[in-house]
């Protein structure tokens, strides 16, 4: 700015303050026009490079459903269970669904696991507007009971919307060690898992990742212990594989009229696949 009035000074072109005042600010006027053109030229620049990223998701995301029955990819699955020290046990389970086709009506549900359910709810929409919808026909699959689900309008591709399932039920988990499995039955970009455990607290918790039959190798940790009292565990699982099984198996407290359902002589790789039977997956 100054080379600039010092050029137009020397070329006789300002021979008074006001004049060099004016030439200021009209250089200042042609930098403050030439910065809002910089920022505008950045913005969509980020705006371009946000759009290109989100269609690489999408197009991966229909990668992996192509590969899938479902006509939609789901998010996040997340798994809730609030179990007592009788065994009984309230569950909420939330997938996050991106629809990847037309017209879309129907979601599924599946729940194979031991005591007996009270209660079952199941909610569509956009939180905090949830709203019920009814089961329109139930069949057994795969040892599992199988329930379809309708939805409250027709869903069109890349609509996004919350599917929840909310089920109570007595003598649940009557075993020890016991255990609840997620099955990864559709193209999914996260599972999350979480229990808490009142008034029977476990004494050690095992995340099991098990895929085509293999029994997994059980990771520990030691549950956290909430203010209340409960004890909590968490996880998370990005990019699970379709087909897989996600599992929490915990140890209660042993007491002299417990026994234990395992054979400590079995193999650990025949006790995995043991496991599998009569635990609670939803």
Known sequence: MGIAAAVWAFLGKI????????????VLA???ISM???????????????????????????????????PYHVLVNESVWEIEANGDAKARRLKKLRFTQDDVITVTDWYR????????????????NLRPTEVVHTFPSRGRACALIALDRAYMRDEVRDYVVQR?????????PDRIWVAVLESTSLVRVVLRWSGRLPTEVRLIRQMDMAPGRPVKFVPNTLADGRSEFRA????PRQGERIGVEWD?????????TEDPGVS?????????DGSSDI
């Not at 109570?168 to 020890?176: E, V």
């Open 15 to 26: 021979t008074t303050i006001e004049q060099l005042a004016s030439a200021t600010l009209g």
């Open 252 to 260: 209660w407290p042993h007491e002299d009229d417990q026994e234990e």
């Open 236 to 239: 998370e699982i990005p990019e």
């Open 268 to 276: 650990e790789e025949l006790a995995a696949i043991a496991r599998k």
């Open 36 to 70: 809002v053109i910089e920022r505008e030229r950045r913005l969509k620049d980020r705006n371009r490079t946000r759009k290109i990223l989100e269609e690489i998701q999408r197009t991966g995301d229909a990668v992996e459903v192509f590969a899938s029955p479902t």
């Open 30 to 32: 042609v930098i403050a």
């Open 168 to 176: 109570s039920g007595k003598a649940i988990f009557p075993k020890n």
């Open 113 to 128: 696991g031991d005591g007996s359910l009270s209660d079952t709810q199941y909610l569509v929409g956009e939180p905090p």
